[in-house]
């Protein structure tokens, strides 16, 4: 399988609830993020990791957390969420050398009840 | 404060004619453009870019044109094709300073058969 993948594509969880969402990249790139969607509004970085060290943190909350194991794979463990959470968080990767053209997963749609 | 800002929301056009949608930024260290296309479902996908040392970029019946004095750029599309019915989305970055692109909020297009 080839590009960036995300798994689950849906999500409905409660606000006590803690699950993960998982993005794998299959295309060799160094730079791996988590953008977040929201209805009429702009993709809001949250996270990037470049050869897997953590270089940008948007000021997210603390109850969202990202990992990234290797330069394949990058997670975003969600722990006491909000409605206001409730979005399209999507994954994408760079090869992370300055003319940034980003490859996004199919995105996972989280609702928080 | 919003840096790139697409002010129309939504767009209508009859298939065959010209779609323009515009792009507006406010940081003048941006010298590196994107436009990005979404269905629904999936995530964006790269369209066509552009870099500030050019004023215009052609691929198809695709053609983004800068105007960096205006801080303004547009694509557009001709002929429009009803596939072409998505979500797009402009992206600005700098590449002398964080190359992570900023995307604005994203107009909706509609090509009517």
């Known amino acids: 399988e080839t590009g960036v993948t995300q798994t689950p594509r849906h999500l409905v969880m409660g606000m006590t609830n803690k699950k993960s969402l998982k993005c794998e990249q299959h295309l060799g790139h160094n730079a791996m993020y988590w953008y977040k969607q929201s209805a009429k509004k702009p993709l809001e970085l949250m996270f990037v990791?470049?050869?897997?060290?953590?270089?940008e943190n948007n000021s997210v909350p603390s109850r969202f957390s990202p990992e990234c194991p290797n330069s394949s794979h990058l997670f975003l463990h969600l722990h006491t969420l909000q409605p206001e959470d409730s979005a399209l968080y999507l994954c994408?990767?760079?090869?992370?050398?300055?003319?940034?053209?980003?490859?996004f997963g199919s995105g996972t749609q989280l609702s928080v009840l | 404060d919003q840096q790139v800002k697409q002010n129309s929301p939504s767009l209508s056009v009859q298939e065959g004619r010209i779609s323009i949608l515009n792009c507006d930024y406010t940081n003048s260290m941006f010298d590196y453009f994107l436009w990005y296309k979404k269905y629904p479902a999936e995530g964006p996908t790269f369209l066509i870019s552009i870099s500030s040392i050019k004023d215009k970029n052609e691929d198809g019946r695709f053609t983004v044109f800068l105007n960096k004095s205006a801080k303004h750029l547009s694509l557009h599309i001709v002929p429009s094709q009803p596939g072409d019915s998505a979500v797009y989305f402009c992206?600005?970055?700098?590449?002398?300073?964080?190359?992570?692109?900023?995307f604005g909020r994203g107009t909706s297009l509609i090509v009517h058969p």
């Open positions: 992206a600005a970055s700098a590449q002398r300073g964080s190359y992570i692109p900023t």
């Open positions: 994408a990767s760079s090869q992370g050398t300055g003319t940034e053209k980003l490859f």
């Open positions: 990791y470049s050869l897997e060290e953590r270089v």
